[in-house]
């Protein structure tokens, strides 16, 4: 079973960093792109960032809201995925969602979320 | 950045109803362009990608279609299970974007 798994979510101050884990189960993490998207209480969703495969030179597209902020990279002998959030904002605070990119670029299959809280 | 508007922001419908969803882009984005469908605190599920095209597992009362670019989305049957909050996305270019997302409530 394809299976994606987040964790590392939690409570964080203003100013601080965090970094999410993604665990890949199921499939050939090493072949696919891989996207973060969030989504802040009762809203959208947010798309966060793309880590591209071995085949791209693993590289990355990110947002504006969290360019120069956030960064991903995976681990790809243990299957995992990370964002590293810094100096994080009240506006950081949501769900954040580990998801593949498929062949046809749309995301088909998201892991279950981590909730992230920027507050003092 | 390319914008998706997608309409109407709410609806309210009875079970076996046809409902209709559309999101329209502010420029050409071929048919890349997905919908999902999200229940109250879980995650989005793939329903549609490349416009048209039904993923594996999603019922065949979902459709999707495009002309141009507008994009919808139709539910041919509504079913108790199909209450959620729909999006559409475009992957055309970067940034991704998602439409602000359609609620479909009982009536």
């Known amino acids: 079973e394809v299976q994606l798994v987040e964790s590392g979510g939690g409570l964080v101050q203003p100013g601080g960093s965090l970094r999410l884990s993604c665990a890949a189960s199921?499939?050939?993490?090493?072949?696919?792109?891989m996207d973060w998207v969030r989504q802040a209480p009762g809203k959208g969703l947010e798309w966060v960032g793309r880590?591209?495969?071995?085949?791209?030179?693993?590289?990355?597209e990110y947002a504006a809201s969290v360019k120069g902020r956030f960064s991903i990279s995976r681990d790809e002998s243990n299957n995992l995925l990370y964002l590293q959030m810094n100096s994080l904002k009240s506006d950081d605070t949501a769900v954040y969602y580990c998801?593949?990119?498929?062949?046809?670029?749309?995301?088909?299959?998201w892991g279950q979320g981590t909730l992230v809280t920027v507050s003092s | 950045d390319i914008q998706l508007t997608q309409f109407p922001s709410f609806l309210s419908a009875s079970v076996g109803d046809r409902v209709t969803i559309t999101c329209r882009a502010s420029?050409?984005?071929?048919?890349?362009l997905a919908w999902y469908q999200q229940k109250p605190g879980r995650a989005p599920k793939l329903l549609i990608y490349?416009?048209?095209t039904l993923q594996s597992g999603v019922p065949s009362r979902f459709s999707g279609s495009r002309s141009g670019t507008e994009f919808t989305l139709t539910i041919s049957s509504l079913q108790p299970e199909d209450f959620a909050t729909y999006y559409c996305?475009?992957?055309?270019?970067?940034?991704?974007?998602f439409g602000q997302g359609t609620k479909v409530e009982i009536k």
């Open positions: 998801t593949r990119s498929s062949d046809t670029r749309d995301f088909d299959t």
């Open positions: 199921g499939f050939t993490f090493s072949d696919h792109y």
């Open positions: 880590h591209r495969n071995r085949a791209k030179s693993y590289t990355t």
């Open positions: 420029q050409d984005i071929s048919s890349y």
């Open positions: 490349a416009a048209s």
């Open positions: 996305q475009q992957l055309f270019n970067f940034p991704v974007t």
